[in-house]
């Protein structure tokens, strides 16, 4: 008797703790659709990438003439100079490999450049939606863009539009 007692009590104080945390959900792709600064850091990334994806094609397209080249010579070739062929068509691949995973490698000048362009954009929502979940004694703020699984959100938690007015920016 005195375990059952025991248990709905503590029960009902983790609801009346749960009920008394704020929760606020925030639409983070909308939010960065409305930031200027975000679309011109995505814009010159997309550049600078197809520039360094041009540099790699280039070297590929190289080594694919190469050896297009050696299969149409190799008849006339003596040994030494199959050899040389193949270690050039081989050099040639290895420089294009060597080349993108140098730009778009895990920790590649891309992703470099990309969290020196986001970082500031990134930090600066994070400390709006701080300060705003600091002021309205939010406990949780989740993003409904992120897949979370939520399955509904009120609109009436949703502070996007709060953060966009704290960066300064019009929500339309």
Excluded: C, H
């Excluded at 008797?1 to 009902?12: A, E, G, Q, T």
């Excluded at 790699?56 to 062929?85: C, H, I, P």
């Excluded at 986001?118 to 703020?141: C, F, H, W």
């Amino acid at each position: 008797m005195k375990k059952r007692i025991f248990l709905s009590v503590l029960m009902l104080l983790g609801v009346m703790t749960m009920s008394a945390q704020k929760f606020a959900l925030i639409d983070m792709e909308y939010i960065l659709k409305n930031v200027p600064a975000y679309e011109r850091a995505n814009e010159q990334l997309n550049q600078v990438s197809k520039k360094w994806q041009a540099e790699v094609e280039a070297l590929n397209t190289e080594a694919g003439t190469l050896y297009k080249n050696y299969q149409n010579e190799v008849v006339f070739l003596s040994q030494e100079q199959k050899k040389q062929r193949q270690e050039d068509i081989m050099n040639k691949e290895k420089q294009a490999a060597d080349l993108k995973k140098k730009y778009f490698g895990p920790e590649g000048e891309l992703f470099k450049k990309r969290e020196s362009l986001m970082t500031p954009i990134q930090d600066e929502i994070y400390n709006a939606v701080k300060d705003i979940a600091d002021q309205r004694g939010y406990s949780l703020v989740i993003d409904r863009a992120a897949n979370a699984g939520i399955i509904f959100g009120s609109p009436k938690i949703d502070i996007s539009n709060e953060v966009l007015q704290k960066l300064g920016y019009s929500n339309q």
